[in-house]
């Protein structure tokens, strides 16, 4: 699942976090310098300045230090500056300071999810939904770890939670119509998709992901309708351009798969596979230094992927 997880909405949300987290800590007075000090770091993540945030929060920390909103800030800036275990030490007393702070156990759960912990992450994540129960972004980690432990149903059941909480929420649709294309439910996984488009139509992820699921039910011309779109968006998309070869490779139109495939590596060179069926089409049109050629890219590229032989002249 990797450990990077800052550049998504789903794992960031930190203005949202910074901004609008409730906390339970003791009462603060408005114009006392601890909350002065708060504020005064979080105009600074907003111009996302963390060096002089940090510095806000901690001198707040400092004044009063069993005020649990700056330990949480504090925390939340050192997890974007990947100081981790100073991040954990800022939620740990977070959450002693006041059990009710949602975004702190999620967070938490970020920093398992983040270093392979699972457990710990699923125990979190559920920490966070039972101080808020419409914490989208709870939901949708916690359907990702699922989805790692290959546990289908409860990732599904998740990313349910999270379109009933955020119905615009199109990556959340996107993600639980790629878990019913995984448990062969094709026919609802297109529902999700064709409703992220109804609430989205210019993002072409989606047009890719259901073009891949019409594709997967034999509706070619469907397909490439969509791909079409998806290449409308955005022209340079090799993944679309790779897949719109497959469907006419189905067809049986294999120049037209060749043009497909041809644009898809010059977007992206080392796109093995479609060396490889690039290499497969030359062979079947009876182009053996064009296949020897493809053929041989694919070896550089990833010596595991098994190549056909070329057949005898």
């Given at each position: 699942?990797?450990?990077?997880?800052?550049?998504?909405w789903?794992?960031?949300?930190?203005?949202?976090a910074?901004?609008?987290?409730?906390?339970?800590?003791?009462?603060?007075?408005?114009?006392?310098?601890?909350?002065?000090?708060?504020?005064?770091?979080?105009?600074?993540v907003?111009?996302?300045?963390?060096?002089?945030?940090?510095?806000?929060?901690?001198?707040?920390?400092?004044?009063?230090?069993?005020?649990?909103?700056?330990?949480?800030?504090?925390?939340?800036?050192?997890?974007?500056m990947?100081?981790v275990?100073?991040?954990?030490?800022?939620?740990?007393?977070?959450?002693?300071?006041d059990?009710?702070?949602?975004?702190?156990?999620?967070?938490?759960?970020?920093?398992?999810h983040?270093?392979?912990?699972?457990?710990?992450?699923?125990?979190?994540?559920?920490?966070?939904?039972?101080?808020?129960?419409?914490?989208?972004?709870?939901?949708?980690?916690?359907?990702?770890?699922?989805?790692?432990?290959?546990?289908?149903?409860?990732?599904?059941?998740?990313?349910?939670?999270?379109?009933?909480?955020?119905?615009?929420?199109?990556?959340?649709?996107?993600?639980?119509?790629?878990?019913?294309?995984?448990?062969?439910?094709?026919?609802?996984?297109?529902?999700?998709?064709?409703?992220?488009?109804?609430?989205?139509?210019?993002?072409?992820?989606?047009?890719?992901l259901?073009?891949?699921?019409?594709?997967?039910?034999?509706?070619?011309?469907?397909a490439?309708?969509?791909?079409?779109?998806a290449?409308?968006?955005r022209?340079?998309?090799p993944?679309v351009?790779?897949?719109?070869?497959?469907?006419?490779?189905?067809?049986?139109?294999?120049n037209?798969?060749?043009?497909?495939?041809?644009?898809?590596?010059?977007?992206?060179?080392?796109?093995?596979?479609?060396h490889?069926?690039?290499?497969?089409?030359?062979?079947?049109?009876?182009?053996?230094?064009?296949a020897?050629?493809?053929?041989?890219?694919?070896?550089?590229?990833?010596?595991?992927?098994?190549?056909?032989?070329?057949?005898?002249?």
């Amino acid at each position: 699942m990797g450990s990077c997880f800052k550049k998504s909405w789903f794992l960031l949300g930190i203005l949202a976090a910074l901004v609008n987290c409730a906390t339970g800590s003791r009462e603060i007075p408005p114009g006392s310098p601890a909350r002065y000090h708060t504020n005064m770091g979080l105009s600074f993540v907003q111009q996302e300045n963390n060096q002089r945030a940090m510095a806000e929060f901690q001198k707040a920390i400092q004044i009063e230090p069993r005020y649990a909103e700056p330990h949480f800030h504090l925390g939340v800036v050192y997890w974007q500056m990947g100081l981790v275990n100073a991040a954990m030490i800022e939620f740990e007393k977070t959450v002693d300071l006041d059990p009710r702070n949602a975004e702190a156990y999620y967070y938490m759960a970020l920093i398992y999810h983040g270093r392979g912990g699972f457990d710990e992450a699923i125990a979190f994540y559920r920490q966070a939904i039972s101080r808020d129960p419409d914490h989208a972004r709870a939901y949708f980690n916690l359907a990702v770890v699922y989805e790692g432990r290959g546990d289908l149903g409860k990732a599904g059941s998740a990313l349910t939670r999270v379109i009933e909480i955020n119905p615009a929420f199109v990556e959340g649709r996107d993600r639980l119509g790629m878990i019913l294309e995984k448990r062969g439910r094709f026919d609802d996984a297109i529902v999700q998709y064709e409703t992220s488009i109804e609430r989205d139509p210019n993002r072409a992820e989606t047009y890719n992901l259901l073009g891949r699921a019409y594709y997967r039910t034999e509706r070619y011309g469907d397909a490439l309708s969509v791909w079409e779109r998806a290449l409308e968006i955005r022209p340079a998309y090799p993944e679309v351009l790779f897949n719109v070869g497959l469907a006419h490779m189905k067809r049986g139109e294999l120049n037209a798969a060749i043009g497909a495939f041809k644009r898809s590596v010059e977007l992206k060179p080392n796109f093995a596979l479609a060396h490889l069926n690039l290499g497969r089409l030359y062979a079947m049109k009876n182009m053996r230094e064009e296949a020897a050629r493809e053929f041989n890219l694919v070896r550089q590229i990833d010596p595991r992927i098994e190549i056909p032989a070329l057949p005898e002249p």
